[in-house]
């Protein structure tokens, strides 16, 4: 690690492999980010397993100086390499997939064995990703997940799930993702909430934010959690805002509902598509960046605890997909190191 006090935050940034070409590696930093190049279900674009990567790269090109904590790359921002076997795999499981959607929407015979590989594959990536953030929950390291497809977080949650009694997730997103093994696969994109608060009591709630595009199964599944899922629906805020509601207001309400310990859920289709035009699955509408970021600086300022985030479904067409991720990206870190008292 080049030492950091010959570190100048004003100067540009060396392409050394790290998240903007910090100078911390995984002994020295507090927060790691572990790449997970998977993308295996998704239903619509693909590019996201190299969402991790766009990311890095374009990291590159951001400056340090964050408004609210002047001093933020000081906490020692670490991302991991990305693991060649995880996006091996997830290449073939992906062709698997794509097969398999492609015969069910073109009115064809439904392919057991290929639903069953990938199931198996997928349930493979569970496990790796619980083993490498139990590794680093042990190590005492503070992890952002970073994605991939949004199915990428459910072994973290597991992971999170030994260590905490309780805590609560802020998931900001265009879509519910609480579909039962949506298009046969049980670890589906689209199914990460519903596997999550079915295999993790320790989940006492969700809340969703940004919510605009969602099925009526989600909607009955919505009402039958006896308020363990509460949304924000798009449309609902949005009309809220227009008859003189003010979006402070509005914020406070979401984080009332949220536990003391809380974990982050940032899938890039939450925000209005200009900002991520390559995500998987694009929906009109959505947040602006600065909105999400006053909702997660609320957060923090409320007196929770942030024990974890992922970032999911940035694509990687384009560097601008990877340039708001990072953003996002070194917010969160930042958000979380605030709100464990790691700032300096």
């Known amino acids: 690690m080049t030492d950091n006090k010959d570190f100048n935050p004003s100067g540009f940034a060396v392409k050394n492999g790290n998240f903007i070409g910090l100078p911390y ?18 239903s619509y674009s693909p590019g996201t397993a190299k969402g991790p990567e766009n990311i890095r790269e374009a990291s590159y090109q951001l400056d340090l100086y964050d408004a609210d904590f002047p001093n933020a790359y000081q906490t020692g921002i670490y991302m991991l390499p ?3 076997q995880v996006a091996k795999l997830s290449k073939k499981t992906r062709k698997l ?11 064809k015979s439904f392919q057991s064995e290929l639903v069953e590989e990938v199931n198996r594959n997928s349930e493979w990536l569970n496990h790796w990703v619980k083993n490498q953030c139990t590794a680093l929950l042990d190590m005492g390291k503070m992890v952002g997940l970073i994605g991939g497809d949004h199915s990428t977080p ?10 905490h009694d309780q805590f609560g997730i802020l998931q900001i997103d265009a879509h519910c993702d609480l579909r039962n093994a949506y298009e046969g696969f049980t670890y589906s994109h689209a199914s990460i909430f519903y596997n999550a608060l079915a295999e993790i009591p320790q989940i006492k709630k969700l809340v969703q934010v940004g919510i605009r595009d969602y099925c009526h199964e989600e909607v009955e599944f919505i009402h039958k959690s006896k308020k363990r899922i509460e949304v924000s629906f798009d449309q609902e805020m ?42 998987g699955t694009p929906v009109a509408g959505g947040l602006e960046l ?12 409320s007196g929770k ?40």
Not at 154 to 163: I, M, Q, R, S, W
Not at 244 to 259: E, M, R, T
């Open 25 to 42: 590696d995984l002994d020295s930093a507090s927060i790691v980010f572990l790449p997970v190049p998977w993308e295996a279900t998704v």
């Open 154 to 163: 459910l072994g973290y949650l597991h992971a999170l799930a030994e260590k």
């Open 97 to 107: 997939a794509s097969e398999h959607i492609e015969r069910i929407e073109n009115g």
């Open 82 to 84: 990305t693991d060649k």
């Open 238 to 279: 949005k009309e809220l805002m227009y008859v003189g509601q003010n979006l402070n207001d509005i914020f406070d309400q979401i984080i009332a509902k949220l536990p003391d310990m809380v974990y982050i859920s940032f899938d890039i289709d939450g925000l209005q598509p200009n900002l991520c035009p390559n995500t």
């Open 290 to 301: 600065q909105q999400a970021f006053f909702l997660l600086k609320k957060l923090v300022n």
């Open 305 to 344: 605890t942030i024990i974890g985030f992922d970032l999911c479904e940035v694509g990687s067409a384009t560097e601008w997909d990877g340039n708001v991720g990072a953003r996002i990206a070194y917010k969160m870190a930042t958000m979380m190191a605030k709100s464990n008292d790691l700032m300096l």
